[in-house]
């Protein structure tokens, strides 16, 4: 299926690796240009050349912390008017809501609510006065099923959800539409991270903890981060103006309910 956005703009967000990586890859094979970023420039740089050698889109590069408004100015000073928003950055740390101080929960916030929620604030009204526009949000589905350990990824992200669903509905008949993607268990470095403790605490190693993890699920495995990208790629289509302000789980069929 051509999905009709080549040589739409995108801006994907925590991009150099893993799930942020997925989405820009997936863009730029329907032939969107990319604005890539992340902290961290040597991967970064590494990535988008790997995605310039396989598709000849147009990729520009930032390497700044997109929880910033200093970062944020500078993605958007590469790409003022994007057609397509992919927003993303780091999870929070996994813990014990009792040793959370107010700024542990202020960087949560920061991270996973209001930096989706500015970004989207700074290029959804050019969206909507040029009728079209994309905005895809990778949430997680400790939204729809929260996870004990990370208490500050569920409330944050739960903020994120709420504000979006208001929005959603005020957009769409511009032609922009708003919908968050909530992943269970891909294989990315992120997941390594948050079966750190478990490793600790267990004993097994971390490959053996994702094998079972997998087996636990109904999939029987955990996700390739490519199935996701993927799903982004097909809602920041041309033809997907019809979906708005939904939560699509990618989760290998783990959440049990009916919506
Ligand atoms: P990942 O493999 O660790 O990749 C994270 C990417 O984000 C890297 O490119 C990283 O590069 C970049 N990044 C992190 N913080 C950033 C910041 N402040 N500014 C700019 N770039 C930043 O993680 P992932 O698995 O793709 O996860 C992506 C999101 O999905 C996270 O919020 C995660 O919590 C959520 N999630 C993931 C899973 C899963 O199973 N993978 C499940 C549920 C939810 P730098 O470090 O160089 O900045």
Redesign the pocket.
């Known amino acids: 299926m051509d999905l009709g956005i080549r040589g739409k703009r995108a801006i994907v ?9 997925a989405c820009a890859r997936s863009l730029a094979r329907e032939g969107v240009d990319l604005v890539m ?4 420039r040597e ?2 740089e590494a990535a988008a050349a790997d995605i310039r050698a396989e598709t000849g889109v147009s990729v520009v590069t930032v390497a ?4 910033t408004p200093e ?1 944020r100015a500078a993605v958007l000073a590469q790409c003022p008017d994007p057609d397509i928003l992919v927003t ?5 740390k996994p813990g014990n809501f009792r040793d959370w101080s107010r700024e542990d929960w202020i960087a949560a916030l920061d ?2 609510m209001l930096t989706p929620i500015e970004l989207i604030r700074l290029t959804v009204d050019k969206m909507m006065e040029r009728k079209f526009g994309r905005i895809v949000n ?5 939204v729809k099923m929260p996870i004990e350990i990370l208490g500050l ?1 569920n409330g944050a992200r739960s903020g994120l959800t709420g504000f979006v669903a208001g929005l959603a509905r005020q957009t769409i008949a511009h032609n922009v539409t708003i919908n968050n993607l ?10 390594k ?2 079966m750190g403790e478990r490793a600790r605490k267990t004993g097994k190693s971390i490959e053996e903890l994702i094998a079972e993890r997998g087996a636990s699920l109904p999939a029987g495995r ?2 390739d ?1 490519a199935e996701f990208g993927d799903a982004c790629a097909y809602l920041c289509g041309a033809r997907s103006g019809f979906m708005t302000g939904q939560n699509i789980l990618l989760d290998g069929g783990s959440y049990p309910g009916t919506h």
């Open positions: 967000c925590a991009s150099s690796k893993g799930l942020g990586l970023l992340a902290r961290g991967v970064l700044v912390d997109i929880t970062g993303n950055a780091g999870g929070p991270a996973n990778i949430t997680s589905g400790s990824s909530l992943p269970g268990p891909f294989a990315t470095d992120r997941l991270e948050t955990i996700g981060p």
